[in-house]
């Protein structure tokens, strides 16, 4: 007979992954308070750039007046930008970030603003009350000086007339403490062009960080959730094996039942601890009467929870004699019957993974 068992411990497994995590988590923490730079961020961000008349278009009675002129017979057309003015760092933007002798806007290149931008939406009411825009006498547009927290933006809309063989532009205008130049975003072509891997890797060191930890505590579920799935595939193998050799040994010629069979062969086919020590008893007397004077140095709460021994007394495996203990005659007898036969046939299984809790 093969007996491959193993023991696998659930409990080092999860301080395994938990101190992992933890460590991930601390790795994180002290980055984010101590070592990385507090910047503010301001960005233009085109999030919609979209022609309101498409002149490849060639359809005759569709046309668009403005000003009472044909966009078509004038070789125009309208082109709409959504543009969000974000801070991404992570330091608020205050009111001493700007200079106001440059204030901060946007300017149109190739196209004209045709009307007064309108706010679509902030995201809290602080910038929705006190945003103001307006229109200098350069056509440029001219952003009021806002207190913007990290994260927090808002949207405008710009409609610009432009001739229909240029193509119309946003550049930045004005200063922000701590930054060169406000920079423009793309996200109206960016999302078309960005590949997967960059899709995977965007973002700063703690965006990355975080990723990692995320996907290594799912890697971590998915293993947890694959050894679990893996250990109850095997146990319902084994058991259908040693059901099969515990039916044929009781087909075998000269067998005769007893009731003690019922628990040794339970015990076989359920991977119990009763079958693997009376087999360590069996093979070494010094290893159970050291066992025994152990369990007997327990109080009665404390032998309830050493249910391999009191379950080998309770079912007359092991007899008392006095201070001594000792495998049942009988029980022996049988024990070493089934074991020869399981050797006679080669019986071969692999023992599921037993799952220590202490």
């Known amino acids: 007979m093969e007996d491959k068992n ?23 923490t002290i980055y984010s308070v101590f070592f990385q730079e507090k910047k503010a961020s301001l960005v233009y961000d085109i999030i919609s750039n979209t022609n309101v008349l498409d002149i490849n278009a060639n359809v005759s009675k569709l046309d668009i007046l403005y000003n009472g002129g044909s966009l078509k017979n004038n070789s125009q057309n309208l082109k709409i930008f959504y543009i969000r003015v974000k801070n991404e760092g992570n330091e608020n933007i205050l009111k001493d970030f700007y200079d106001l002798n440059d204030p901060i806007g946007i300017r149109v290149n190739n196209g004209k603003i045709i ?48 001739k229909h063989d240029s193509n119309p532009s946003i550049s930045s205008i004005g200063k922000i403490a701590g930054q060169s130049d406000i920079p423009i975003l793309h996200s109206e072509s960016s999302k078309e062009n960005k590949g997967i891997w960059k899709e995977l ?44 050799f515990v039916d044929n040994y009781q087909n075998e010629k000269g067998y005769k039942y007893n009731e003690i069979d019922d628990v040794l062969f339970n015990a076989f086919i359920n991977n119990e601890p009763i079958d693997f ?28 929870f050493d249910p391999i021994m009191k379950n080998l007394i309770d079912n007359n495996i092991l007899i008392i004699d006095e201070e001594n203990v000792k495998v049942n005659d009988e029980v022996k007898d049988r024990f070493s019957n089934f074991q020869k036969y399981l050797k006679k046939v080669k019986a071969s299984y692999e023992s599921s993974i037993t799952f220590e809790i202490d």
């Open 277 to 304: 020590m009376l087999r360590e008893y069996l093979n070494d007397e010094t290893t159970l009467q050291h066992d025994y004077k152990k369990y007997l140095d327990l109080n009665s709460t404390d032998k309830l």
């Open 6 to 28: 193993k023991t696998f411990s659930w409990k080092r497994v999860i301080s395994i992954g938990l101190g992992t995590v933890g460590f991930i988590s601390a790795v994180l």
């Open 201 to 244: 890797f965007v973002g700063n060191i703690i965006i990355q960080l975080g990723r990692l930890l995320s996907y290594g505590l799912l890697m971590t579920i998915v293993l947890i959730g694959t050894i679990i799935s893996y250990q109850k595939l095997i146990d319902i193998i084994n058991k259908r094996k040693k059901r099969r």
């Open 115 to 162: 009307e007064m931008p309108e706010i679509i939406a902030t995201s809290n009411h602080y910038l929705k009350n006190r945003l103001l825009i307006k229109i200098d006498h350069n056509g440029q547009i001219l952003l009021n000086d806002l207190i913007i927290e990290p994260n927090q933006f808002y949207i405008i809309k710009i409609l610009v007339l432009y």
